[in-house]
C-alpha cells in the first residue's frame, strides 16, 4: 500500500490522545517511579539500622559501611563524589554532623535519614525526565518482537552497552529493558533497528534508524552510507499533554533536518513518527504531513491497534 497510515489511521482525529490514555499514562509513570525508588528506600532502611549503631552523631564517622551513606544525605551526588578528594568528603560529612545531625538531637538518626531521602529523590527525579523515553521504547521494542515471534520468524538482539549481537531467547521477558538493537529479515533481504544513533549525514540523534543490512554489518562506515538507511523515525514516550507541542516541535524539526540531508544526497528513506501525548493540532499538523509525503507513517503509542500495524510495518520495509 502507497499509504501504510490508512491501515490504522482514518483522519487526524485517529492520533490524538484521549483522556483514558493520558490517565493510564500518568499511572503509569506512577508504578514506574515507585519501582525505581524501592532500592533507595532499601538503602535508607539499611543506612538506618547501621547509623542506630552510634551515639552520638560524631559516632557515625566510625562506621565504615554508611561513609557513602553520609556523603549523600550530605547532599553530594554520586557524580560528584567521583571529584572529590577525601579531605574533601570528610568535610562534607562533617559539616553535615555540624549544622544538622547534632541540632537534632536525638532524632539525628531520622534527620540522617531524611537527608539521605532527599538528596537520592534529587537523583530519581533525574531519572524520571527520561523515563518516558525508556517505557515507549520498551513498548514498540514488545510490539516488533511480538510481531515477529508471531510470524515464526527469527531475530537477533544486541543488548545496551554491549557489541556482541546474539539470538532472540525463548524467554525473553523483559529483554525490551536491555536492548539497543533488534535484527530479522524481510524476506530474504537482512534489516537491523538501532535506537539512539547519531547520523552522520544529519549530524544529529535520530531515536530509530532502520538499515538493510545484518548486524554483522552495522558500523560507522555503515552509519556513513545514506544509501544504507531504509527508514528513520522519532519515539516519543511524553504523557503530559502540557509537554506535547514541545515534543512535536523536537520531532517535527528532527524529522525535516532528516528529510533535508537525505535530499540533498538524492536519497529519501521512509520516516515516522510516533507519539503518546498528541494533541489536536499536533494531529492536525501530524495527518498533513502524511498526506503530502513529507511522512510516510505515524502513530499514537497509546494504542495497541496502531503499534501493532506500525510493527508490521517496520518489519515488512
Same mark, same amino acid.
Given at each position: 500500500?502507497?499509504?501504510?497510515?490508512?491501515?490504522?489511521?482514518?483522519?487526524?482525529?485517529?492520533?490524538?490522545?484521549?483522556?483514558?490514555?493520558? =490517565?493510564?499514562?500518568?499511572?503509569?509513570?506512577?508504578?514506574? %517511579?515507585?519501582?525505581?525508588?524501592?532500592?533507595?528506600?532499601?538503602?535508607?532502611?539499611?543506612?538506618?539500622?547501621?547509623?542506630? =549503631?552510634?551515639?552520638?552523631?560524631?559516632?557515625?564517622?566510625?562506621?565504615?559501611?554508611?561513609?557513602?551513606?553520609?556523603?549523600?544525605?550530605?547532599?553530594?551526588?554520586?557524580? @560528584?563524589?567521583?571529584?572529590?578528594?577525601?579531605?574533601?568528603? #570528610?568535610?562534607?560529612? &562533617?559539616? &553535615?554532623?555540624?549544622?544538622?545531625?547534632?541540632?537534632? !538531637?536525638?532524632?539525628?538518626?531520622?534527620?540522617?535519614?531524611? #537527608?539521605?531521602?532527599?538528596?537520592? !529523590?534529587?537523583?530519581?527525579?533525574?531519572? *524520571?525526565?527520561?523515563?518516558?523515553?525508556?517505557? @515507549?521504547?520498551?513498548?514498540?521494542?514488545?510490539?516488533?518482537?511480538?510481531?515477529?515471534?508471531? @510470524?515464526? =520468524?527469527?531475530?537477533?538482539?544486541?543488548?545496551?552497552?554491549?557489541?556482541?549481537?546474539?539470538? *532472540?531467547?525463548?524467554?525473553?521477558?523483559?529483554?525490551?529493558?536491555?536492548?539497543?538493537?533488534?535484527?530479522?529479515?524481510?524476506?530474504?533481504?537482512?534489516?537491523?533497528?538501532?535506537?539512539? &544513533?547519531?547520523?552522520?549525514?544529519?549530524?544529529?540523534?535520530?531515536? *530509530?534508524?532502520?538499515?538493510?543490512?545484518?548486524?554483522?554489518?552495522?558500523?560507522?562506515?555503515?552509519? %556513513?552510507? !545514506?544509501?544504507?538507511?531504509?527508514?528513520?523515525?522519532?519515539?516519543?514516550?511524553?504523557?503530559?499533554?502540557?509537554?506535547?507541542?514541545?515534543?512535536?516541535?523536537?520531532?517535527?524539526?528532527?524529522?525535516? #533536518?532528516?528529510?533535508?540531508?537525505?535530499?540533498?544526497? #538524492?536519497?529519501?528513506?521512509?520516516?515516522?513518527?510516533? !507519539?503518546?501525548?498528541?494533541?489536536?493540532?499536533?494531529?492536525?499538523?501530524?495527518?498533513?504531513?502524511?498526506?503530502?509525503?513529507?511522512?510516510?507513517?505515524?502513530?499514537?503509542?497509546?494504542?495497541?491497534?496502531?503499534?501493532?500495524?506500525?510493527?508490521?510495518?517496520?518489519?515488512?520495509?
Amino acid at each position: 500500500m502507497n499509504k501504510p497510515y490508512l491501515q490504522h489511521l482514518k483522519s487526524s482525529k485517529s492520533l490524538e490522545t484521549t483522556y483514558e490514555a493520558i =490517565r493510564a499514562g500518568f499511572v503509569a509513570l506512577a508504578l514506574e %517511579k515507585n519501582r525505581r525508588a524501592t532500592p533507595f528506600v532499601e538503602q535508607a532502611r539499611a543506612l538506618k539500622a547501621f547509623a542506630s =549503631r552510634a551515639k552520638t552523631p560524631l559516632d557515625l564517622m566510625a562506621i565504615e559501611e554508611i561513609q557513602p551513606g553520609l556523603l549523600t544525605a550530605a547532599g553530594v551526588s554520586d557524580k @560528584a563524589t567521583n571529584h572529590l578528594q577525601d579531605s574533601d568528603k #570528610r568535610e562534607a560529612i &562533617l559539616g &553535615l554532623i555540624r549544622n544538622f545531625l547534632e541540632p537534632a !538531637g536525638a532524632s539525628f538518626v531520622e534527620e540522617l535519614v531524611f #537527608r539521605f531521602l532527599l538528596t537520592r !529523590g534529587d537523583t530519581l527525579g533525574g531519572s *524520571m525526565r527520561n523515563v518516558g523515553g525508556f517505557m @515507549a521504547q520498551c513498548k514498540l521494542t514488545r510490539s516488533l518482537i511480538s510481531h515477529l515471534k508471531l @510470524a515464526g =520468524r527469527s531475530s537477533r538482539w544486541l543488548r545496551s552497552g554491549a557489541t556482541e549481537w546474539t539470538a *532472540m531467547p525463548e524467554e525473553d521477558a523483559d529483554i525490551e529493558k536491555q536492548l539497543r538493537g533488534l535484527s530479522w529479515n524481510a524476506g530474504e533481504n537482512p534489516r537491523t533497528l538501532i535506537y539512539n &544513533l547519531t547520523v552522520p549525514l544529519v549530524r544529529n540523534n535520530v531515536d *530509530m534508524c532502520l538499515f538493510n543490512c545484518g548486524p554483522e554489518m552495522v558500523s560507522k562506515e555503515i552509519y %556513513k552510507s !545514506g544509501p544504507s538507511y531504509i527508514a528513520l523515525g522519532e519515539l516519543k514516550g511524553g504523557i503530559d499533554p502540557a509537554g506535547a507541542d514541545e515534543h512535536w516541535k523536537t520531532a517535527g524539526t528532527a524529522l525535516r #533536518r532528516i528529510h533535508t540531508a537525505f535530499a540533498k544526497a #538524492r536519497l529519501k528513506p521512509k520516516t515516522f513518527f510516533i !507519539g503518546a501525548a498528541i494533541e489536536a493540532k499536533m494531529a492536525s499538523e501530524i495527518w498533513s504531513m502524511l498526506q503530502a509525503g513529507e511522512l510516510d507513517n505515524a502513530a499514537n503509542l497509546t494504542e495497541d491497534g496502531q503499534i501493532a500495524s506500525i510493527s508490521h510495518w517496520l518489519c515488512t520495509l
